[in-house]
């Protein structure tokens, strides 16, 4: 369909899991896309994978705390295929689990860092990249966590994504009228490297209880929130801004 034909788009965290399927899917949607995460090795051969489909990609290794990466990542865009259209913001850690009293501030620092003034640096350089196409999509990977539920532990995460969501309010309101869309995709549990039931430490139980929260009594797949990324990266949703989107297979809803 190349329902992203001509595109040029910027995804973040694309070394594993939810960034590196919605990567393979915007090429194959025929966007030229610029790739980052810190593992030079996992984006070199997602860059490979995706050329040999016929694709256009090109990699950025860089920490997503620093500014210097938001902004070569544009700058990157701009150089090797003309723009910014698409930037899918997914970079994120779980980061330390434990009650309140017993996290540092640092721990803090560190998760709030990588999920939420990334998003903000990420914006910072984005924006300017867009307006001066006439418009463009930015989305985040926020989560259920800390919206629509709360667990014990995920106090850092949790706030981390809700403030994604502030910002994505605010960035809609700020850029609308300049065509700019900008919304957050809220995944159920994916089965991802990041997951909690890929923890070293992960039971059956775990596994079970995970699945069970789910009113489609599963986890995603990780192909599953990037075809949702795509709908909210091409003109399909062209009228959809300022959203918390949900991916989540119901976890927001059940009680049983
Ligand atoms: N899996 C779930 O159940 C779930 C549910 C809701 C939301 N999410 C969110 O979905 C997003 C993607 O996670 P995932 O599940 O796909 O996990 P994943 O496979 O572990 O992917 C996380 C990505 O973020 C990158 N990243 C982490 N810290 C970074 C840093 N400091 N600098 C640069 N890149 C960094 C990683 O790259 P490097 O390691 O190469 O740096 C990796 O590519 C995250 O924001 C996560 O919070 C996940």
């Known amino acids: 369909m190349d329902v992203l034909a001509g595109k040029v788009a910027i995804i973040t965290g694309a070394s594993s899991g939810i960034g590196r ?3 393979k899917l915007f090429a194959r949607e025929g966007a030229c896309v610029v790739v980052s995460g810190r593992r030079q090795a996992e984006l070199d051969a997602l860059v490979s994978e ?3 489909e016929g694709g256009y990609a090109t990699a950025v290794a860089g920490d997503i705390k620093g500014e210097e990466i938001a902004k070569a990542l544009v700058d990157t865009a701009i150089d090797q295929f003309g723009g910014l259209d698409v930037a899918f913001n997914n970079a994120g850690v779980l980061g330390e689990t434990k009650p309140i009293t017993e996290m540092s501030l640092d721990e803090w620092h560190e998760t709030l860092d ?3 003034a990334s998003a903000f640096l990420g914006a910072k350089y984005q924006v300017p990249a867009m307006l001066a196409r006439g418009g463009g999509s930015l989305i985040f990977t926020s989560s259920f966590v800390g919206y629509t539920a709360g667990f014990p532990g995920m106090a850092a995460y949790a706030a981390s994504k809700a403030g994604q969501i502030g910002l994505v309010k605010a960035l809609a309101a700020e850029y609308g009228a300049s065509g700019i ?8 549990g994916t089965d991802t490297p990041a997951s909690i039931t890929n923890a070293p430490d992960a039971t059956p139980e775990v596994q079970a209880f995970v699945e069970r929260i789910h009113a489609l009594k599963r986890m995603a797949s990780p192909e599953e929130i990037a075809r949702s990324v795509l709908h909210l990266a091409s003109d399909a949703s062209s009228f959809i801004t300022g959203t918390a989107f949900f991916v989540d297979g119901g976890v927001s809803i059940t009680r049983t």
Do not use: H, K, M, S
């Open 114 to 116: 990588t999920n939420l």
């Open 50 to 52: 995706i050329e040999a």
């Open 181 to 188: 869309r900008v919304n957050a995709v809220l995944p159920g």
């Open 21 to 23: 399927a919605t990567a």
